[in-house]
C-alpha cells in the first residue's frame, strides 16, 4: 500500500513538471522571434532574428521557407494584416544576425509586407531616417482605418505607417525610452489608443490615438522588465510575454480604459517557456514562441536545429 501511495506522488509531480502542449519545427539556426497565425491558411508564420528569413509551420509541425531576402539581416515581430492578404514584418539589425555589418548594424529599420498567396515581397517601407541614432523595429500592430503602428526599441519612439506607405513619427518621449531595450510589443486598443509594453522599464503605456504626446503609464503594482509580446483579447483584457528570466505569460485587465490594471492570471514556472518572446491567438488558444535566445546571449556555437511554439494555460491569480 505504501510503494502504490509512493507510486501516485510520484505520477502527480512528474506530470505537474510536464511543460505545456507544443508544435516542434524544424528551422535549424534560425532562431524565429515572432508568430502569427493566419486561419485562412492553417499556418502559424515566424521570423528569424539570426538569418533573416521569414517561414510558415502547419499544426504538424512541417517548417516552410516563405521569403528569404538576401537584404534582410533579422526578421522580429510580424503580423497577419486583417485583410488575411498580406503579412506585414518588421526587419533590422538589432542582434544576433549572422549577416550584420557595420553598415547595417542598430541602423536597419523597414517594414515589409509580404504576400501571402504568393510569398513575394510586395512594399518595403525605411524608417531609418525618421528618427537619427540607433534603430530596432520590434513590433507592430494594426489600427481600424489600415494604419500600422511599429515600436522602435533603442529609438525610443513608434512610427506610423499608413496605407500607402508613408512613414512618420507617432509618439516618442520619456515614457517610452529605455537604457537598453524600450518600446516593444503593440496592440490597438478600438477606444482611439495603443498599449505599449516598454521592455526595459517593465511598464505598459498607453498612447491616445488623438493626442500622443499625452502617452501615460499604466498603473499596475507589478513591473515586467523583459516586457515582449501583447495580444489584446477584449477590451478589457490583454495578454502579457515576459521573457528576461521570468519566461511566464500574464492575463492583464483594467476596468477604467487602461488607466489601472491588475494581473488576473498567469502560466507556471513548470510551464518552461525558454525565452518567450510573441504570442498569437488560434481560435480561443495562446500560442507563442519560444524564441530560445538565452542560447544565443550564452555564445552557443552548435545553433539548434528545432525550435517551438507553445500553448499558454493560464491560472487564476490571487
Not at 505545456?20 to 499556418?43: C, D, H, M
Request: contains cysteine; proline residues 5%.
Amino acid at each position: 500500500m505504501k510503494s502504490l501511495y509512493l507510486f501516485l506522488i510520484t505520477t502527480i509531480f512528474v506530470y505537474g513538471q510536464q511543460p505545456t502542449q507544443r508544435i516542434e519545427f524544424n528551422a535549424p539556426g534560425s532562431y524565429p522571434e515572432g508568430v502569427a497565425y493566419n486561419k485562412a491558411t492553417n499556418l502559424y508564420y515566424v521570423s528569424s532574428a539570426r538569418l533573416g528569413t521569414v517561414g510558415s509551420v502547419n499544426p504538424d509541425g512541417k517548417y516552410s521557407e516563405v521569403l528569404s531576402d538576401k537584404s534582410l539581416k533579422s526578421t522580429y515581430g510580424l503580423k497577419v494584416h486583417p485583410d488575411g492578404k498580406r503579412l506585414f514584418v518588421c526587419a533590422g539589425d538589432a542582434n544576433y544576425s549572422i549577416y550584420s555589418t557595420p553598415t547595417s548594424k542598430k541602423k536597419e529599420a523597414r517594414l515589409i509586407t509580404i504576400d501571402l498567396k504568393s510569398g513575394k515581397k510586395l512594399t518595403d517601407v525605411d524608417l531609418s531616417g525618421l528618427i537619427p541614432g540607433e534603430h530596432f523595429p520590434n513590433d507592430l500592430a494594426f489600427d481600424d482605418k489600415g494604419n500600422a503602428y511599429v515600436t522602435d526599441s533603442y529609438a525610443g519612439a513608434v512610427y506610423k505607417v499608413d496605407a500607402s506607405g508613408k512613414a512618420s513619427v507617432f509618439a516618442k518621449g520619456k515614457v517610452l525610452e529605455s537604457a537598453g531595450v524600450g518600446p516593444n510589443g503593440i496592440v490597438y486598443h478600438p477606444s482611439g489608443s495603443l498599449i505599449v509594453a516598454n521592455n526595459g522599464k517593465g511598464c505598459l503605456v498607453r498612447i491616445p490615438l488623438s493626442n500622443p504626446s499625452q502617452a501615460t503609464k499604466v498603473n499596475i503594482h507589478q513591473f515586467f522588465p523583459g516586457a515582449d509580446g501583447m495580444l489584446l483579447n477584449d477590451n478589457n483584457t490583454l495578454t502579457l510575454v515576459q521573457n528576461g528570466g521570468v519566461n511566464k505569460i500574464f492575463r492583464i485587465q483594467s476596468a477604467d480604459g487602461w488607466i489601472t490594471a491588475k494581473v488576473i492570471a498567469s502560466t507556471l514556472t513548470e510551464d518552461r517557456f525558454a525565452f518567450p518572446s510573441t504570442a498569437t491567438f488560434s481560435g480561443d488558444d495562446t500560442w507563442v514562441m519560444n524564441a530560445n535566445f538565452g542560447e544565443l546571449a550564452e555564445g552557443n556555437n552548435v545553433p539548434s536545429k528545432t525550435f517551438t511554439i507553445q500553448k499558454a494555460i493560464f491560472r487564476p491569480v490571487k
